[in-house]
């Protein structure tokens, strides 16, 4: 990461958020961080969009309650204007709810408010390098939604191949491993060595199924205005 | 159109009028043929009676003089009977006569055609021959007395050299003195000619009865098993007795053409004494249809049946030589139920009962009738109206059963609408109180849940804060680890979130949650943790209460590890042992003594600490076990797999 970090230009991270002090906090963070440049603040959704007009950045951290809107709807623009970048909910509970929103709106991770400042930078590299967190019950609600209905067997797979032509992805077998070693509270280093494989392939296996959680998400919108005759 | 002749077969009258109908359409076409059928009538004879004593067998041939001697009669030719002719019964000698009748058939066409003599009705109770030119050409040949004189005959006159056609006809009766002797017109002609009018005679004399007592029958053993089934509804039963009675009762109106398996004295009895039964039966009948039962009146009836069938049995009084006198009692017997029945049918507003009683009424006086013909004061080509009553009592019985089966059809349909509706209603209450107790029951959670965070913040964050509030106001900041106490309020607080969330009864997840909050502390404080996740078993008990119960106790232990152990490892271990959960806190540090804590250390953080853990385990049915190992020391909490056990330490 260093060597990454010295050998190129540093990453342009951009902010929303209405929250003085931690804006503040966040500009230290980056401050105490070369390889990390803070090239854009926006404290209101309006503000946010402006922004996302001007040339794209690596890292966007968004905070969900903003005064004149919601955040999930700057994640999901900035995930079709700044196809590149890599979206940040910014989160004091990581409370499954608003992260699995913002997921499936096209963030790829979380920032906990209250982490220590290294560790907000520390968090921010890992993004943009292809790795994800994901807390235990994120982990189960992701496994629910994946989670077949109780249907037989057979049914099932012809639902999976259903499901396969509609367009909705379905979880792949390692995939569904690592998740259900998050739920059981392992971390990414312990369940690289039970799974085999190196730490980034989890990573990797993270990143993967928030993409498919989007994608499910979105498939299942049209589905439903489909099935309400909306579209 | 269509729609106006179906409201037409809906109307209540529909059937009748269809029934009266159905009637006058069959008489008419009855009255067209006779109409229209031919053949002579033979009225004008001469009687010649010769009185005997005993049955003789009738001369081969008729004796030449019977055209000339005698007296000049006109057919149907009945003499008047005795009331009570004899007491004699046995036939060598009883008092007889035998009665001539001689006709003369005017010339007929011999065009080679079969002829046929047919004749409506006699009367013999004894024995018939019929010559024809002399000629013996028909004898009865079944019992003396009930020899089927009921039945209309059509006889074939053979074809010979010396009769066809016949120029005299003769008629030879030998019966009882004073009763019998008594014979219709004679009709001659062809097939074509006469059967017609046999054929109608025979119909409505023989034929109809006979049907309608088979029939009606039937049924009644239909009935009976209804009743073998329903043993409380007598009305089947009686049905049944009714069916029976009547069948006995109409024999003798379609059997005797042939010899009867028993003697006439049994035969005659059988059918005097059940005409009592049929008023009895009937009486019974109808007190089942109005509800009334008349004990007393039913005693009387009883009584008279009872006395007449014992005094008419074989060898005491011949009923049919008695039956006169034995139909007369009978007509008063049905004459007062019948009138005692229509007053009951008004008082309890029966139809049926009326309808049944208006019907014995109309036989009573169809009885006087035919006890009329009986003794020849009608003319004898007339027939038995009581037969034709005897069919409308089938009828009546077939209607009456024929409503209670469209009633019961229709109580039933009622009532399995009826339970359909109050199931209905039962799942209605039962929901609108499930519904009642699902709210009761939210709210009391409702309810739980907030003392439960009260308590918890009351205990937790609350104090912390005014601990530090207090501090800050003392000025003794500077002593304080700021950050860390803020630290801690906000990993309290999340803790608090996390319980707030379902973990349904999975315990790892629980744990794995509180990992992820207390990994970044542990990191900073660079305690190395060892994550020992065994598998464990589904706990149902364990509810979000439960849960953030879990979550503080061993939130304790991992704070307390941190700041008193010093320890460099800690190593989290869940294991399921028989039916508890055991989950282990281990460190490497320099371990402490909790039990010397606890009643001398009570009023400081670390033993508010041990006795929170011990009442929060208390609270869950767990238990908590301190341990002091080679190195370091260990908490380990027992939860029981099931909340009807408590885990022991």
């Not at chain 2, 364990?542 to 849960?547: E, G, N, S, T, V």
Request: net charge neutral; charged share 20%; with cysteine.
């Amino acid at each position: 990461m260093n060597m990454e970090a010295a050998s190129s230009t540093p990453l342009k991270v951009a902010l929303v958020e209405d929250d003085a002090a931690f804006q503040q906090a966040f500009r230290n963070a980056l401050a105490a961080a070369p390889d990390l440049a803070m090239v854009g603040v926006a404290a209101t959704v309006a503000e946010a969009r402006a922004m996302l007009g001007e040339a794209p950045c690596d890292v966007l951290v968004v905070d969900l309650g903003l005064p004149d809107g919601s955040g999930v709807d700057i994640i999901g623009e900035a995930h079709i204007r700044w196809p590149g970048c890599a979206i940040m909910v910014a989160t004091t509970f990581a409370d499954e709810r608003h992260v699995i929103a913002s997921i499936e709106a096209g963030a790829s991770g979380y920032l906990l408010k209250d982490s220590p400042l290294p560790t907000i930078a520390e968090d921010i590299r890992v993004l943009h390098a292809g790795g994800s967190p994901i807390s235990p019950r994120i982990a189960r609600q992701v496994l629910m939604r994946f989670r077949p209905d109780e249907k037989p067997a057979e049914e099932g797979a012809v639902d999976a191949e259903a499901a396969e032509k509609s367009g909705i992805p379905s979880l792949s077998e390692r995939e569904k491993e690592t998740l259900q070693l998050i739920t059981r509270g392992f971390s990414f280093e312990e369940i690289a060595e039970l799974m085999g494989v190196s730490r980034n392939t989890v990573l990797t296996f993270v990143r993967r199924i928030y993409a498919k959680l989007e994608v499910r998400s979105k498939t299942e919108a049209v589905f439903e205005a489909r099935a309400y005759g909306l579209l | 159109m269509a729609s106006s002749r179906l409201a037409l077969t809906q109307r209540r009258w529909f059937p009748w009028v269809a029934w009266v109908l159905a009637g006058l359409v069959a008489l008419s076409v009855a009255f067209v043929v006779e109409s229209r059928s031919g053949g002579h009538r033979l009225t004008a004879a001469r009687m010649t009676t010769i009185d005997t004593t005993g049955y003789q067998l009738p001369p081969a041939v008729s004796p030449e003089s019977l055209r000339t001697s005698g007296q000049a009669v006109t057919m149907p030719h009945a003499p008047p009977p005795l009331f009570a002719p004899t007491t004699e019964t046995s036939p060598q000698k009883i008092a007889t006569r035998v009665t001539w009748y001689s006709l003369s058939v005017p010339p007929l066409p011999n065009d080679g055609r079969q002829l046929y003599l047919y004749i409506p009705r006699w009367k013999s109770d004894g024995s018939l021959a019929i010559y024809a030119d002399g000629q013996l050409i028909h004898q009865s040949h079944a019992n003396l007395q009930w020899n089927g004189s009921n039945e209309p005959l059509l006889i074939k006159v053979p074809r010979t050299d010396v009769s066809q056609p016949p120029r005299t006809l003769d008629v030879r009766m030998q019966h009882v003195r004073g009763i019998g002797g008594a014979f219709s017109s004679v009709w001659i002609g062809t097939y074509r000619q006469l059967a017609p009018r046999y054929t109608i005679r025979e119909i409505l004399q023989v034929q109809l009865t006979s049907f309608s007592s088979f029939a009606f029958l039937a049924t009644g053993v239909f009935a009976f098993f209804v009743w073998l089934s329903r043993r409380n509804e007598p009305i089947y039963l009686l049905y049944f007795l009714t069916s029976a009675v009547v069948f006995v009762r109409m024999l003798h109106t379609f059997v005797g053409m042939h010899p009867l398996i028993i003697s006439d004295a049994w035969f005659g009895w059988l059918t005097v004494v059940s005409p009592y039964w049929m008023v009895m039966v009937l009486h019974l009948f109808m007190a089942e249809l109005h509800g009334k039962r008349q004990p007393l009146l039913t005693g009387a009836a009883l009584l008279v049946s009872v006395v007449t069938t014992i005094a008419t049995l074989p060898g005491l009084i011949d009923p049919t030589l008695m039956s006169a006198p034995v139909y007369a009692s009978l007509l008063v017997l049905g004459v007062f139920v019948a009138f005692n029945s229509v007053r009951q049918s008004v008082r309890f507003k029966s139809r049926d009962a009326m309808l049944l009683s208006v019907w014995c009424l109309i036989t009573v006086v169809s009885g006087i009738y035919d006890l009329g013909l009986q003794q020849n004061l009608i003319s004898i080509e007339s027939v038995f109206v009581s037969n034709f009553t005897g069919v409308g009592f089938t009828l009546l019985f077939w209607y009456i059963m024929f409503g209670r089966y469209i009633e019961a059809l229709e109580t039933a349909t009622q009532a399995k609408a009826d339970l359909a509706r109050r199931l209905a209603q039962r799942e209605a209450e039962l929901t609108a109180s499930h519904a009642k107790l699902r709210e009761i029951e939210r709210r009391e959670l409702l309810h739980q849940e907030r003392q439960r965070l009260m308590q918890d913040m009351h205990d937790g964050l609350g104090s912390t804060l005014v601990g530090a509030l207090r501090a800050f106001e003392g000025g003794k900041a500077a002593e304080l680890d700021t950050v860390g106490i803020l630290r801690g309020c906000i990993d309290d607080l999340k803790l608090t979130i996390d319980s707030m969330e379902p973990v349904e009864t999975d315990l790892l997840l629980l744990l794995a949650t509180l990992r992820f909050r207390l990994q970044p502390r542990l990191e900073a404080a660079g305690v190395k943790l060892v994550w020992d996740a065994g598998e464990v078993p589904p706990l149902e008990w364990l509810d979000q209460r439960h849960a953030l119960h879990i979550l503080r106790i061993l939130q304790e232990a991992i704070a307390n590890v941190l700041k008193h152990s010093g320890a460099k490892t800690l190593t989290v271990s869940v294991r399921a042992e028989g039916d508890q959960v055991l989950v282990r806190v281990q460190d490497d540090g320099r371990g402490f003594e909790p039990a010397g804590l606890l009643p001398s250390g009570a009023l400081s953080s670390g033993g508010r600490g041990l006795a929170n853990q011990l009442s929060r385990a208390e609270a869950i049915g767990g238990a908590i076990r301190w341990e002091e190992t080679q190195r370091g020391s260990s908490l380990a909490l027992a939860l029981p797999v099931s909340k009807s056990r408590r885990a022991v330490p």
